[in-house]
């Protein structure tokens, strides 16, 4: 049986509003890769707020959400406003509370899944400071990859903001294991990852990138595009849990045991693993600060990437594995930031 045939979704197009407040938006120069330059050292936010709308992957009825910019040193919050009262989540590594499917947060009983996508772009983009504001417990699943958030931030521009960024280096390996499944991080210059997945199906099989350094040129044109991936048996099973009613072929790659149902094809012939990548850089995101190490990981999902996060964060906590970079020669005023 096919799943899903393309169109039957209730995927809205997207829709943008920019604010009107006029903020100094850096050009697109600043963002090149390559020797880590002063301007990579600030703090960045979105020069104006901006929305969108899309369908959440669960709930399968439409989401409004608002980027807006916000201060300094702040990180990423999401505001759940569809409440009696609104509810602010900062995203860190004690408000996930959920890995399995996607990344949720949440604060008390009050959540927000599907996180990772929307996190990824962030990052890719170099954006610190975020407050996301959302009606629903779910991030709209977009097309499944991060280029529309890229799009909207994009679209809103990036501000540049005096503070300098807080990054944080790697000394010895951190490592996790599950079984086959393993993550690990170790010192390096900058941050790249390596990523190998591994499924018995024809149409994925081994897939690999190699070092990939991660800057915002080879977020954009390797990684943001590739979308997320499922195989149509596990829909099913979700959908009988109530879940994954907004699950289409416009918003996911989707299997079955033939081969990939939608009509186009991959975007990439790497895509699989580029979505991984994504994934990876999403959850990353979560401890609020930029690392720079080499994350390999091999065979991984949401669970292995934020039992990761968790090692960082008991390494720091012995204080013998992560250096604060520019603290005490940069910028001593500004305080460790809490990781958990
Ligand atoms: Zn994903």
């Not at 591994?198 to 800057?215: C, K, P, Y």
Request: aromatic fraction near 6%.
């Amino acid at each position: 049986m096919k799943y899903l045939p393309k169109g039957a979704c209730l995927a809205l197009p997207l829709q943008l509003f920019r604010g009107n407040n006029s903020r100094p938006i850096l050009r697109a120069s600043v963002f090149r890769a390559g020797v880590l330059g002063e301007a990579q050292l600030k703090q960045r936010t979105i020069a104006e707020k901006i929305s969108c709308t899309g369908i959440g992957l669960h709930s399968g009825t439409p989401v409004q959400m608002t980027l807006h910019p916000a201060r300094a040193n702040s990180g990423i919050t999401f505001v759940r406003y569809d409440l009696s009262y609104p509810v602010e989540i900062p995203v860190n590594t004690a408000s996930v509370v959920s890995t399995e499917y996607a990344t949720t947060v949440g604060r008390g009983d009050v959540t927000v899944s599907t996180v990772e996508h929307l996190l990824a772009a962030a990052y890719g983009m170099g954006i610190d400071n975020l407050r996301v504001e959302i009606n629903a417990p779910e991030v709209p699943i977009m097309d499944g990859s991060a280029a529309p958030f890229v799009h909207l931030i994009r679209a809103a521009g990036i501000f540049e903001q005096p503070q300098r960024r807080q990054e944080f280096r790697v000394r010895r390996p951190i490592e996790v294991r599950d079984g086959e499944k393993w993550i690990r991080v170790s010192p390096s210059r900058s941050l790249s990852v390596s990523y190998s997945i591994d499924f018995e199906h024809a149409s994925i099989g081994r897939q690999e990138l190699n070092r990939l350094e991660i800057n915002d040129e080879t977020f954009d044109r390797k990684i943001s595009r590739a979308r997320t991936f499922g195989f149509a048996y596990e829909v099913e099973a979700m959908r009988a849990a109530g879940l994954a009613r907004g699950g289409s072929l416009d918003n996911a790659i989707v299997l079955d045991n033939d081969g990939i149902l939608n009509e186009e094809g991959l975007r990439f012939p790497n895509e699989f693993v580029a979505h991984k990548v994504l994934d990876l850089l999403g959850d990353l995101s979560i401890l609020g600060m930029r690392i720079r190490g080499h994350v390999q990981v091999h065979r991984g999902g949401h669970d292995l990437h934020c039992k990761l996060l968790a090692a960082i964060v008991e390494a720091h906590r012995e204080g013998a594995v992560l250096d604060a970079m520019e603290l005490e020669s940069m910028n001593s005023r500004v305080p460790i930031p809490t990781l958990a």
